[in-house]
C-alpha cells in the first residue's frame, strides 16, 4: 500500500502506525516550540549553569539509555571542544554497573539525564548513585514528561534543573523520534557557546529544513521501504556514529528484529564489517558536513557502489558535488554535524515506520506480546559497595 504521513493518517491508524507517523511529522513545529521553550528558559538555564564549564575540573556527564544514551553520544564531543571542563558520554547501563569507573567523590560533576518518560529504572538509579557517591554533585534532567519520575523528583531541589520539552515531544508510540529530536536538539542549544540569539535562530532555521525534509523524502523513502531489504547498515563519522547506531536502532526496533541493521563508521565498515553485505542489504551513509570526513565516506561510497553486492548504496546529507542520484539531500546551513544529525534522522525514522509496515506488523507496538516495552521493565537495581 502506497502511505506517506500526514495526508494518509486514516491510513496509518488502519496499519497500526498514527503515532509514529504524525510524531516523525510533527518535528519541525515541536523544534520551532523547542526554540520557544528555551527563549523564555535561557536565564533560568544561565544561572543555574553558572561558570561550572569554564573549569577544568568540572566534570560534565550525558547519559540515558538505548535511544536516549545516544542523544548522550551524538552531543557530548561536540560540547567538550567549547569548553575547558571535562564532557563525556556514559550510558546509564553502564554507569550502573560500573561506576567505580566514571565517579570520583572529590570531582564537581553535572549529570545531565535524557529521558521520554524520565521514568526508566535506570535514569532514576543513576541520580541516585551519583548523588550518593559524588560529594558536589548538580543534575539537569532534560525529559519530555512532567509526570515522570525525574521531572517529579527534582522539583524544589536547588541542585537539580529540569528542563521540559514541548508536551507532544513526549512520543506515545513505541519508538522514539520527535522525543529524540528534541532532547537532542536541546542539549546542544543550552550547551553551546554562543549567544542565546544565534542558537535559537539555529533551532527556527533547522525546523524550515525539516519542513522541507519530511515533504521531499518520506515518497521515495517509502518506495525504498518496500523493496525486498533483509538487511540495513548505516553509516556515520565522528558525532553521526551515533547517529548511525540509533538509525539502525529504528529498524531493528519497528520490524521487531525482523531486518537486521547495523552500524559503523565509513572507516571502520571496511575493517570486518563489510563482510555482512549480500543483495539483500541496504547501505545508507550519513554525510557529514566536514570537508575531510566528506573524503573518506566518498570513497567507500564509490567502492561499494563499484563492487555492486549490495542492494542499494545512498547517501543522506548535505547536498554537494560529491553526490549521486537517488541520494538524499538537502540545502543546509553551516553548522557541526550533531546539529544537523535530527535532519538525516527523518530518512532512518521514515524507512523503520515504512518497512515495518511493509511487513505487516503495526508500527506504534511492533511486540504486543510485551517481551520489548515502551518503557523498559524487568530491570532489577542493585545496591552498589
Not at 571542563?85 to 554497573?97: D, F
Not at 538524499?328 to 515495518?356: E, G, K, M, N, T
Amino acid at each position: 500500500m502506497d502511505v506517506t504521513l500526514l495526508p494518509d493518517m486514516p491510513a496509518w491508524q488502519r496499519l497500526g502506525g498514527a503515532h509514529t507517523a504524525e510524531e516523525i511529522a510533527q518535528q519541525p513545529a515541536l523544534w520551532s516550540a523547542l526554540a520557544d521553550v528555551l527563549d523564555v528558559a535561557r536565564e533560568r538555564i544561565d544561572a543555574f549553569l553558572g561558570d561550572a564549564l569554564r573549569h577544568p575540573g568540572q566534570r560534565v556527564i550525558f547519559t540515558g539509555a538505548g535511544s536516549s544514551g545516544f542523544i548522550a553520544e551524538m552531543v557530548a564531543d561536540q560540547i567538550n571542544a567549547q569548553w575547558a571542563a571535562e564532557v563525556r558520554a556514559i550510558h546509564t547501563t553502564t554507569l550502573l554497573t560500573h561506576p567505580a569507573l566514571y565517579l570520583r567523590r572529590d570531582r564537581p560533576t553535572l549529570l545531565v539525564s535524557f529521558g521520554r518518560s524520565g521514568s526508566s529504572p535506570e535514569s532514576v538509579a543513576a541520580v541516585d548513585l551519583v548523588r550518593a557517591q559524588v560529594d558536589d554533585a548538580r543534575f539537569l534532567d532534560i525529559t519530555c514528561n512532567a509526570d515522570g519520575a525525574l521531572a517529579q523528583r527534582g522539583q524544589g531541589r536547588s541542585d537539580t534543573l529540569s528542563l521540559l520539552m514541548p508536551p507532544a515531544s513526549c512520543d506515545r508510540a513505541f519508538a522514539m523520534t520527535s522525543s529524540l529530536s528534541c532532547m537532542l536538539l536541546a542539549a546542544l542549544s543550552v550547551f553551546d557557546s554562543t549567544p542565546w540569539t544565534e542558537r535559537i535562530a539555529r533551532l527556527r532555521s533547522l525546523a524550515e529544513r525539516a519542513t522541507e525534509a519530511v515533504s521531499r523524502w518520506d515518497a521515495p523513502v517509502a518506495a525504498l521501504a518496500r523493496t525486498d531489504i533483509s538487511r540495513v547498515i548505516y553509516l556515520g563519522s565522528g558525532p553521526l556514529e551515533a547517529t548511525a547506531r540509533e538509525a539502525a536502532l529504528k529498524v531493528l526496533e519497528l520490524t521487531a528484529g525482523r531486518v537486521l541493521a547495523l552500524a559503523n563508521t565509513p572507516l571502520g565498515f571496511r575493517h570486518g564489517p563489510k563482510s555482512t553485505l549480500n543483495d539483500t542489504t541496504l547501505v545508507v551513509v550519513l554525510r557529514s558536513a566536514q570537508p575531510l570526513a566528506r573524503r573518506y565516506e566518498q570513497d567507500l561510497l564509490e567502492e561499494l557502489r563499484r563492487d555492486g553486492v549490495a542492494a542499494r548504496v545512498v547517501s543522506v546529507g548535505p547536498a554537494g558535488s560529491d553526490c549521486a542520484d537517488g541520494d538524499f539531500l538537502l540545502d543546509v546551513p553551516a553548522l557541526p554535524d550533531p546539529w544537523l544529525a535530527p535532519l538525516w534522522l527523518v530518512v532512518a525514522q521514515c524507512f523503520a515506520l515504512h518497512r515495518s509496515a511493509a511487513l505487516g506488523l503495526t508500527p506504534d507496538n511492533p511486540f504486543p506480546d510485551g517481551t520489548v516495552n515502551r518503557v523498559v521493565q524487568g530491570v532489577t537495581i542493585h545496591a552498589h559497595g
